[in-house]
Every structure is written in structure tokens, then in C-alpha cells.
DNA sequence: ACTTTGTTTAACAATTATGTTAAATACCGG
DNA sequence: CCGGTATTTAACATAATTGTTAAACAAAGT
């Protein structure tokens, strides 16, 4: 009973995933998917049987992979400032290929509070949280609350891209300038929180 | 023929404000604003026609107090450090109130582009960057490209804000902690960019 | 060739949201 | 109390979206 993989459930995740991560379309439909994805929309429902499972489910691989990411970068046995290095870069760019992400696990947060939170805060927040703290007193990062310091880190490698539509009006800021001006945040950004 | 004014109008519109910029709640349906007005949702046809229209509206308002308060800020002639310091407390106040008003001016924008902005931009941020620059090469500031200090200056307002749920989730801040916190970030920022 | 799985097509039911209309009721000022 | 405006109620039409089902077709393996 071989089932045979075509890859078409995948990709109409994927879809979805660009849909409201990158482009950010709140209320995409099931049809707006299909049609992105290039297959009829009874095969979304084939698939996913709604489209709040869809929904659900590619919410949930955004919440499972930002896990993955922190697990990565902040359980590494490195140095504070390499470790912080290595936090800007990843991030910035998933944040750059899934600007609207974090903004769909905001209102979805808001939603279901949750218990698995607790193990990603003892494994990885709490002791990153105290070696930024250690920096502070070692005078190479301002010292305020820590969780100060970690809410700037995120609002500076976050909003700007997801800003970007207001970035390139107001501040005249041209299609092509946009993606060079990211780049070099993240030097800028590791400039601005540690000396 | 007296027109009386119950205020009625303005109470659904502001609850759509509540609705929209507050609780960021973007499917929001003329029922559920209904609802939350305390009127019936024939009311909001009556006095909206559609949904569009309200929304429009209440968007172009949004957009519109952005400008006031631009231009309150922005062109009033006191040294660098006060319009800064004004400028941060301005608008962290208006976040606070309307974390996602930006966020739904964003996704608007997206749709329309406008040549309002010329106007905007030449009267109030042109010059602004110019003082930046000013600053920059008086060494008060860091040296970048001066709309890099823009983005991150509103990002480090608006995102902490916009984040919350995840901030107290994943940082562990409780519902009486975030808004001290929020107040305190005021000062934080203008140490952050100014020395 | 036969079978299985993947995919499309078409037709349909159910639900939800939008928008309209007409009549009834409430309120307020003169 | 009269007249007009504000608001509610109810009923309805329409449209959009979701979800289901059955049949047909396509492709690939055995």
C-alpha cells in the first residue's frame, strides 16, 4: 500500500506559509491558497479537511521552528558576544523570509496560553537572560532589567521589515536600497546593544 | 430641521478603533462592532453604508493623527535632545494606546500608494534627518544612514508594545510589570540612541 | 492491463457576512 | 402633544466562504 509522496500537501503549506508570513494576507482564503499554491481547492480540503487546521497546523510549525532556532542559537557554547552574533544573523534572517511570522503567533498567543512556554524558558531564556545580566555587570551592555534589553534586541531586528512599506514612503527608501539597508543592521543592531 | 447629534456616529467608529488598533482584531465583522458599541448593526450600515467605508475612515483618521503628530513634534523649534525626548514620549503614548494602528496603516498602505507623503516627508522628515545627520557628525549619535536611526528609533518603540502577549509569555513579565516596564522604556531608548 | 493514489471537475449544502428595506418604537425640542 | 430624528426590530436578498460528495481523469508501479 505504498502511499506516494507528491509533494503537493507540502507545498500547499508552503503556501500558505508565504501567504501569511511573508506576505502577510490576514484573510487569505482557502481558494486565494489553492490558487497561489496552482491546485484546485478541493484538494486543500482533501488535505487539511478545514482551513482552520491548516491554519492551525502551519501555525504550529512557525511556533515548533522560532523553538528550534532559540534551542540552536542560545544553547551553543560559545561566547557571549559570538552567541550574539549568531542570534542576529539567524534571526534576522527568518525575519526577513517570514516578515508576518511572530505577528500571527502574537494573535494566536493571545488565544491559548501555554504551558510548553515553561520548558523553552527554563532550558533557554532564563540562563541567556542571566548572562546578559552578566554583561551588564562586566559594563559591556547598559544595565537596565534584562528582559528590557531582549524586548529591544527583537523590536530592532523585527519592525523595521516588517515595516517596510511605511520604511520605503516615508523615508524614501527605494526597492532596491531596502534589502542592503537589512544586511547592514545586523552589524548595526550589535553596535547599538553592546559596546 | 435640526440635526441632533447623539454622538452615536462617532461612539461606533471610536469602538472600531478599540476594535482594530487596540485589540487588533483584523476579521472583526460590523456584528461584533455592533456588539461592542452597544447598537444595533442595522446602525452601522445606516450611518457607514458598508463595512469598507468604515473601515476606510477609520484608517484614514488613523493616518491622518499620524501626521498631526509628526507634525507637532517634528516642527517645533526646540534643540535636538527635547523634540527627541518629546518625540519618544508622543509616541509611545499613542502606541501604548493603538499598539496595532500602525500595523493596519502598514497593510493599507501596501494597497495604495500615496503622493501625500511628498508633502510629509518634505516638510517634516527631510529636515529631521538633516538634524540627525547634524547630530551624527557632532558625534552625539552613531554614524549610519540616518533613516537606519529612524526605523530603529520606531522600532524600539512600537514592537515591545505590539509583542505583548509573546513579551510576557516568554520573558516572564506579569500583566502589572508591562506597562511600568513600557514606561520606563521611554528613558532606555533615549539613552540607547543619544549619549 | 490492473490497481492504487493523486488530482480535477462539478454540483451541491451550510454557514457566515454584508447590505437593504420597511415598519415600529424611543427620544427630544419646540 | 406634535413632528422629526435616532434607534431598534424583523425580514429579506445577496454574496462569499467553507465544507462535502461523487464521478472522472491522470500518473505511476507492479
Redesign the interface.
Known amino acids: 500500500m505504498a502511499v506516494r509522496d507528491t509533494g503537493t500537501e507540502q507545498l500547499i503549506k508552503d503556501t500558505a506559509k508565504r501567504i501569511f508570513f511573508f506576505e502577510?494576507r490576514?484573510?487569505a482564503t482557502t481558494q486565494d491558497i489553492a490558487d497561489a499554491a496552482g491546485v484546485n481547492r478541493t484538494l486543500v480540503h482533501y488535505y487539511f479537511r478545514s482551513r482552520d487546521i491548516l491554519f492551525e497546523q502551519v501555525v504550529n510549525e512557525a511556533k515548533e521552528q522560532l523553538r528550534q532556532t532559540l534551542d540552536n542559537v542560545l544553547s551553543s557554547k560559545v561566547s557571549f558576544t559570538e552567541k550574539l552574533r549568531k542570534f542576529i544573523d539567524v534571526f534576522m534572517d527568518e525575519i526577513i523570509a517570514y516578515p508576518y511570522r511572530?505577528?500571527f503567533?502574537?494573535?494566536e498567543?493571545?488565544r491559548h496560553?501555554?504551558q510548553e512556554?515553561d520548558l523553552?524558558?527554563d532550558a533557554h531564556?532564563k540562563p541567556f537572560?542571566a548572562e546578559v545580566k552578566a554583561e551588564m555587570h562586566a559594563g559591556k551592555i547598559?544595565s537596565?532589567?534584562p528582559?528590557?534589553f531582549?524586548?529591544?534586541l527583537?523590536?530592532?531586528m523585527?519592525?523595521?521589515v516588517?515595516?517596510e512599506?511605511?520604511?520605503k514612503?516615508?523615508?524614501?527608501?527605494s526597492d532596491a536600497e531596502f534589502p542592503k539597508?537589512m544586511k547592514?543592521?545586523k552589524q548595526?543592531?550589535f553596535?547599538?546593544?553592546y559596546r
Open positions: 502577510g490576514f484573510h511572530e505577528l503567533v502574537i494573535t498567543n493571545k496560553e501555554k512556554v523553552i524558558y531564556i537572560l547598559t537596565t532589567d528582559r528590557q531582549m524586548m529591544s527583537f523590536a530592532l523585527a519592525y523595521p516588517l515595516s512599506s511605511l520604511n514612503t516615508f523615508l524614501k527608501i539597508l547592514q543592521r548595526i543592531i553596535d547599538m546593544i
